[in-house]
């Protein structure tokens, strides 16, 4: 790749600095320093090698989080210690949310044991202020500061969809960690405003100075940089020992990333009359990551032909939820359910002249069939996704950051709306 041509340093942080790239406008470098910090900086120490080992922590989370549908500032990363981003304005709020009380938040709360667990997750919001010490902030605080950042300004919408957002991504960033047997127990991030597109997007870094990490959601086992906080003492076999955490850290992220994707979509057509009906459950299944096997077969005319198909898929042990796309009478959907243990969905292709008639051969079933019906193409691959998500984190997580995305595009077109009709 040809060398960067690097601006003026825009900003400088404790652990980072950010500069502009004259060849790539709106986009900036975010290069991570050797520095670990606590306390506001009152401890600060150098830790070689700990720029990589951020940079490499930041980039893969971000990348689990684009890859589920989030949208973030980052863009690529560059090299060991460094990361492209889209250039944002700040919001200088740190949002943080909580699944397990500890920390500060037993001192502002007195009387809550530690090990309390906040279902729904609990938010809050800290104003970055270093002179004083980050206060804790409301959110009739956030709104009446009114902060103007790249033309937009923050309102209740937007600290609603920051809101939102938080959970989401810690639902998420949690799921994932999970499968590594390890306990997201609180994490902060922080916003930005795309100065191109004034949208508000998840901004700054996510990495081990970002979270509490327990695994076996074991205190005394975290991996996170409450160690360093904690050191009564900073020797230099202390700085290994925390070395070694962040990259044990940056090593587990990668394999956040790794898809174990487990299951497939097989959908049965009783004629290819009905493929187009059929390429939309396949799409919608490719937006989930889930491979889709397209079949043509009739239990009517040829069932011992379905029973063989269905043989083929059940016998080399992939996890399969099958689709039945049988138009006039459905006899594949309730074939096939009757005949498996796994999940069967009937998607019939309604037509305007029969489909009031037609749809309750896929209604009303005879006792001991369990199969679904689901009109709508995408929403069958929706909910084949749903099943495989019970079990595969890359999957729900998609879902999760989609429900989002929905979320966050109706409160933006009701804002819209108002100032239209205003």
């Given at each position: 790749?040809?060398?960067?041509?690097?601006?003026?340093?825009?900003?400088?942080?404790?652990?980072?600095?950010?500069?502009?790239?004259?060849?790539?406008?709106?986009?900036?470098?975010?290069?991570?320093?050797?520095?670990?910090?606590?306390?506001?900086?009152?401890?600060?120490?150098?830790?070689?090698?700990?720029?990589?080992i951020a940079n490499k922590t930041t980039s893969?989370v971000f990348k689990l989080l684009q890859e589920?549908?989030?949208?973030?500032?980052?863009?690529?990363?560059?090299?060991?210690?460094?990361?492209?981003?889209?250039?944002?304005?700040?919001?200088?709020?740190?949002?943080?949310?909580?699944?397990?009380?500890?920390?500060?938040?037993?001192?502002?709360?007195?009387?809550?044991?530690?090990?309390?667990?906040?279902?729904?997750?609990?938010?809050?919001?800290?104003?970055?202020?270093?002179?004083?010490?980050?206060?804790?902030?409301?959110?009739?605080?956030?709104?009446?500061?009114?902060?103007?950042?790249?033309?937009?300004?923050?309102?209740?919408?937007?600290?609603?969809?920051?809101?939102?957002?938080?959970?989401?991504?810690?639902?998420?960033?949690?799921?994932?960690?999970?499968?590594?047997?390890?306990?997201?127990?609180?994490?902060?991030?922080?916003?930005?405003?795309?100065?191109?597109?004034?949208?508000?997007?998840?901004?700054?870094?996510?990495?081990?100075?970002?979270?509490?990490?327990?695994?076996?959601?074991?205190?005394?086992?975290?991996?996170?940089?409450?160690?360093?906080?904690?050191?009564?003492?900073?020797?230099?076999?202390?700085?290994?020992?925390?070395?070694?955490?962040?990259?044990?850290?940056?090593?587990?992220?990668?394999?956040?990333?790794?898809?174990?994707?487990?299951?497939?979509?097989?959908?049965?057509?009783?004629?290819?009359?009905?493929?187009?009906?059929?390429?939309?459950?396949?799409?919608?299944?490719?937006?989930?990551?889930?491979?889709?096997?397209?079949?043509?077969?009739?239990?009517h005319k040829g069932p011992d032909e379905t029973?063989?198909?269905?043989?083929?898929?059940?016998?080399?042990?992939?996890?399969?939820?099958?689709?039945?796309?049988?138009?006039?009478?459905?006899?594949?959907?309730?074939?096939?359910?009757?005949?498996?243990?796994?999940?069967?969905?009937?998607?019939?292709?309604?037509?305007?002249?029969?489909?009031?008639?037609?749809?309750?051969?896929?209604?009303?079933?005879?006792?001991?069939?369990?199969?679904?019906?689901?009109?709508?193409?995408?929403?069958?691959?929706?909910?084949?996704?749903?099943?495989?998500?019970?079990?595969?984190?890359?999957?729900?997580?998609?879902?999760?950051?989609?429900?989002?995305?929905?979320?966050?595009?109706?409160?933006?077109?009701?804002?819209?709306?108002?100032?239209?009709?205003?």
């Amino acid at each position: 790749q040809p060398p960067l041509k690097i601006g003026k340093k825009l900003n400088e942080g404790k652990t980072k600095q950010i500069f502009e790239l004259l060849d790539q406008p709106g986009l900036v470098l975010v290069q991570s320093k050797d520095q670990i910090t606590a306390g506001n900086a009152a401890r600060k120490d150098q830790m070689e090698g700990k720029a990589a080992i951020a940079n490499k922590t930041t980039s893969c989370v971000f990348k689990l989080l684009q890859e589920s549908g989030i949208k973030t500032a980052f863009v690529k990363q560059h090299s060991d210690t460094a990361f492209i981003a889209a250039q944002c304005e700040m919001i200088p709020i740190e949002w943080v949310c909580r699944r397990v009380a500890t920390g500060s938040f037993l001192k502002r709360n007195p009387g809550v044991k530690e090990g309390y667990r906040f279902t729904p997750l609990k938010m809050e919001m800290f104003f970055k202020d270093d002179a004083n010490n980050d206060p804790q902030w409301s959110e009739e605080q956030v709104l009446e500061t009114k902060f103007s950042l790249a033309g937009l300004t923050i309102g209740q919408c937007e600290v609603d969809i920051m809101n939102r957002s938080t959970v989401a991504i810690f639902e998420i960033l949690e799921k994932a960690w999970a499968t590594q047997n390890c306990t997201l127990v609180d994490m902060k991030i922080e916003f930005g405003v795309n100065v191109k597109t004034q949208e508000v997007v998840l901004a700054d870094v996510i990495d081990n100075d970002s979270w509490r990490l327990w695994p076996s959601g074991d205190r005394s086992q975290q991996k996170d940089k409450q160690v360093y906080r904690d050191l009564k003492e900073v020797t230099p076999e202390a700085m290994q020992m925390v070395k070694r955490n962040f990259e044990w850290v940056s090593e587990r992220v990668e394999l956040l990333l790794h898809s174990r994707a487990s299951g497939r979509v097989v959908v049965l057509m009783g004629s290819t009359s009905d493929m187009a009906h059929c390429e939309k459950i396949r799409k919608a299944c490719s937006s989930f990551g889930i491979p889709c096997v397209l079949r043509v077969t009739s239990a009517h005319k040829g069932p011992d032909e379905t029973l063989r198909i269905k043989a083929e898929y059940e016998g080399d042990g992939i996890p399969t939820v099958f689709v039945a796309v049988a138009g006039r009478s459905n006899g594949l959907g309730p074939v096939m359910s009757g005949n498996t243990a796994y999940p069967v969905i009937n998607c019939p292709p309604l037509t305007p002249d029969w489909g009031a008639q037609d749809v309750w051969s896929s209604l009303r079933m005879p006792s001991g069939l369990g199969c679904s019906t689901i009109l709508s193409p995408e929403a069958a691959a929706q909910f084949a996704a749903q099943v495989f998500g019970l079990t595969d984190h890359q999957v729900w997580c998609k879902l999760r950051a989609s429900m989002l995305n929905t979320w966050v595009s109706l409160k933006l077109a009701d804002k819209k709306l108002q100032a239209c009709s205003l």
